[in-house]
C-alpha cells in the first residue's frame, strides 16, 4: 500500500511476488474506503487488548459471524497484529470502523498511527479523538513520538463517523 498526500492511496497484490495466482495481472489499485453508511450494516475491528464492551453500550453485542447477525449485534471483524493493519483495513474497505481506547497507563506513540492516519484520509475515511477533533500528530514538540487524543482514536470511513461519535459519547455520558 502506498499513500501520498492529494495523490490518493493505492495498493498492489502481492500474488505475483509470492507466484500463487501467476495470471493475475500486474498494476497498482486505487484504495478507497467502504461506502456504508448504516452502523448496523458496518464492519468493526478493535485491538485485542481491549474489549467491546469497554467501547460501546453494552445492549450492544457483536459477532464475528457475517452471516447470522441479529438485531442490535454488530460484526466484530477478527483481526491480529497492531493498530496499522486496522487503519489499513478501513482504507482499503475491508472495515469501516476501527477505534481505540485511550489508557492512561499506556502511551499512544505517533509513529503506531502517522501512516494509517494518512492512508484512511487519502482514501477518503476520517481520523478523529473520541471528541471529533483531528489528531495533532506534532504535539509533542520534544520528540513528536507521543499524541494524546482525547478519549481514543476513532478511525472510519467518513460516512458513520458522526454516528459513531454520537455512540461513544452517549457511552461516556453513562459510565
Known amino acids: 500500500m502506498v499513500s501520498h498526500i492529494g495523490c490518493g492511496t493505492w495498493i498492489k497484490r ?4 509470492l507466484d500463487i495466482t501467476p495470471n493475475m495481472p500486474d498494476y497498482w489499485n486505487r ?3 467502504n461506502q456504508c453508511c448504516l452502523v448496523h450494516e458496518a464492519r468493526f475491528c478493535i485491538p485485542e487488548s481491549q474489549t467491546w464492551e469497554s467501547l460501546l453500550p453494552s445492549d450492544v453485542k457483536t459477532s464475528a459471524d457475517g452471516i ?5 449485534e454488530f460484526l466484530l471483524l477478527p483481526t491480529c497484529c497492531g493498530s496499522l493493519c486496522k487503519y489499513l483495513m478501513v482504507a482499503t474497505g475491508r472495515a469501516s470502523v476501527f477505534f481505540l481506547r485511550a489508557r492512561s ?3 499512544i506513540k ?3 498511527h502517522a501512516v494509517g492516519v494518512l492512508c484512511v484520509q487519502e482514501a477518503g475515511g476520517k481520523v478523529t479523538d473520541w471528541n ?3 489528531l495533532d500528530i506534532a504535539a509533542d514538540q520534544i520528540e513528536r513520538r507521543v499524541i494524546f487524543p482525547s478519549g481514543g482514536i476513532l478511525v472510519s ?4 463517523h458522526d454516528q459513531i461519535l454520537e455512540m461513544i459519547s452517549s457511552r461516556l455520558s453513562v459510565s
Open 14 to 17: 502481492l500474488s505475483n511476488i
Open 31 to 33: 484504495s478507497f474506503v
Open 68 to 72: 447470522s447477525i441479529a438485531e442490535k
Open 105 to 107: 497507563e499506556k502511551t
Open 110 to 112: 505517533v509513529w503506531d
Open 132 to 134: 471529533g477533533s483531528e
Open 157 to 160: 470511513n467518513g460516512s458513520l
